[in-house]
C-alpha cells in the first residue's frame, strides 16, 4: 500500500494545445516501452527476485513508473483539450477521436492498444533484470 498525496510532484503546465506532439507523446503511456508497462514489469518481477534489497528496489521503481504514467496523462490532456475534430484529424488522431474523443486511453503512437503482451516476467532474476535494461534503453 502507498501513501498518495494527490498531487504531481512535478506539475504539468502546457498552455499550447499540440495533438500532433500528443500523438507522439501517447505511446510513452501505452507503447511497448511506455510507463504502463514498466510499472507493471518492475512490479510483477519483484517477486521473484532473491534478495530484499532487489525486491525493494524494484518496487520502488514500479511505483515510480506508475507516477510518469500520470503526468503523461496530464500531459496529452493538456495538449488535446480543447482540439477540435478537425485539429485531431489534421494531426492524425481522427480514429482515436472517433473511439475515445479527448479521453486518455493508453495506446502506442501506431494506434496499438496498451498489451502485457510488451513486457515480460520469467522469474529468472538475470532474464528479469536484461529485459529490464532494454527495455529502458530502448526510452532513452
Same mark, same amino acid.
Given at each position: ?45 519483484r517477486? @521473484? ?9 524494484? %518496487? /520502488? ?5 506508475? &507516477?510518469? !504514467?500520470? +503526468? ?10 480543447g482540439?477540435?475534430?478537425?485539429e ?27 498489451? @502485457? ?6 522469474g529468472?532474476?538475470? %532474464? /528479469? ?5 532494454? &527495455?529502458? !534503453?530502448? +526510452?532513452?
Amino acid at each position: 500500500m502507498w501513501i498518495y498525496e494527490k498531487k504531481l510532484q512535478f506539475p504539468v503546465n502546457i498552455t499550447k494545445r499540440d495533438p500532433a506532439m500528443a500523438k507522439i507523446i501517447i505511446s510513452q503511456l501505452g507503447g511497448p516501452d511506455g510507463e504502463l508497462g514498466a510499472s507493471n514489469r518492475y512490479l510483477a518481477q519483484r517477486y @521473484a527476485m532473491p534478495y530484499d534489497e532487489v525486491k525493494a528496489l524494484l %518496487t /520502488d521503481i514500479g511505483t515510480e513508473e506508475m &507516477a510518469h !504514467a500520470e +503526468i503523461i496523462c496530464a500531459m496529452l490532456y493538456q495538449l488535446t483539450h480543447g482540439a477540435s475534430a478537425e485539429e485531431l484529424k489534421r494531426a492524425g488522431m481522427d480514429a482515436y477521436y472517433t473511439d475515445h474523443t479527448t479521453g486518455i486511453w493508453p495506446q502506442s503512437a501506431g494506434g496499438l492498444p496498451f498489451d @502485457a503482451l510488451t513486457f515480460q516476467s520469467k522469474g529468472d532474476p538475470i %532474464t /528479469d533484470l536484461v529485459e529490464d535494461m532494454a &527495455a529502458d !534503453a530502448a +526510452i532513452a
